[in-house]
């Protein structure tokens, strides 16, 4: 079938039909946790479309709004070193920094340290980074490398290839599988069934997930970001809760393999190693978040600009008028929040981090008010 196939009317009403069908014993909530299954849920009206017992709600999907302030600063400190680039995708330039709460001092982020003579470049890929380096090598140019394991697969192609010395990772790289596990422990939440990412699972493969159904008895199900691998897995979900089952399966197999990328996996293993990480407004999760190994530690920032200590302060990464804690742990709705679409909250003026990147809740919400809200 052709991608207009996985968008066909006449097909998303059919399986639309058949989920309304499933006799559920109960109301139940499906989670996804990606920026991109969200901005797909937006664009094409598809909570609209569900039945009112099924709720379709956005974890913590957004790789630029759970990257912690504390990272910001660092990046920020390093940026404003003489003969620096620092390179990073445009969302992560307006994200702000260490949480001021005092209303005459605006918070940090580095568009201000832009203007505080930082040298701060927006690039749209990695190699886009590196290629500043190879063109700048009188210079330091460090990537602010931010993103899920989708990114993280990219970064390491890089640096397993040797990069010029005057080239540098300051990772803030996270894994989905650990706060989905984090979850399932905030029982308020009462999560029924997962969808899982297509682009990290065509990396990862599904073996990472197995855990969802063999230990917390969790139908899961790999989707792809078109309306109708959406609904299939909407309807697969459903109708395990039916039949009391919980299985992990492959609603995306046009690009997930079950094993998913071996040479891309290999590579990730060879330069990263798993560490515990903070996560704005969800806090510490073990083994959440990548940092190069030892051997690559001539490309590591925290390393070449010695700031490691910093990474361990949190500080204070969310505004207390702002609800994007709550938003990114499938709690509430962006309209749950006194501030979304405000004059103080918005896209061109965003209060909290889930207003900033194009994979925000907030800013997905934004975008498509009156379709969902
Ligand atoms: Fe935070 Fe703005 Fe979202 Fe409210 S609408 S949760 S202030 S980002």
Known sequence: MGLEGYRDAELTEKIVKLISKVDLPRKIKIMHVCGTHENSIGRFGIRSILPEHIELVAGPGCPVCVCPASDIDIAIEIALQEGVILATFGDMIRVPAKINTDKDKPNDSLQTAKSRGADVKIIYSPLDALKLAEKNPDKRVVFFSVGFETTAAGVASILYNNPPPNFSILSSHRLIPPPMELLLGIGDIQIDGFMLPGHVTTVIGMNPFKIFPEAYLMPTVAAGFEPVD??????????????????????????????????????????????????????????SGFKLKEKYSKWD????????????????????SCSCHLIMIGKIYPP??????????????????????????????????????
């Open 230 to 287: 959406i609904l299939s897995a909407i309807l697969n979900i459903a109708e395990q809760i039916k039949e009391e089952k919980a299985s992990l399966v492959n609603q995306y197999t046009r690009a997930v393999k079950e094993d998913g990328n071996q040479k891309a996996i290999s590579i990730m293993n060879d330069v990263f190693e798993e560490v515990s990480a903070y996560w704005r407004g969800i806090g510490r999760i073990p083994r």
């Open 301 to 320: 920032a925290n390393r070449v600009f010695d700031t490691p200590h910093k990474s361990l302060c949190a500080g204070l990464d969310i505004h207390p």
């Open 336 to 373: 749950d929040c006194t501030l979304f679409s405000k004059k103080i909250c918005n896209p061109d003026n965003p209060f909290g981090p889930c207003m900033v990147s194009i994979d925000g809740t907030c800013r997905i919400w934004h975008r498509y008010e009156g379709k969902d809200n």
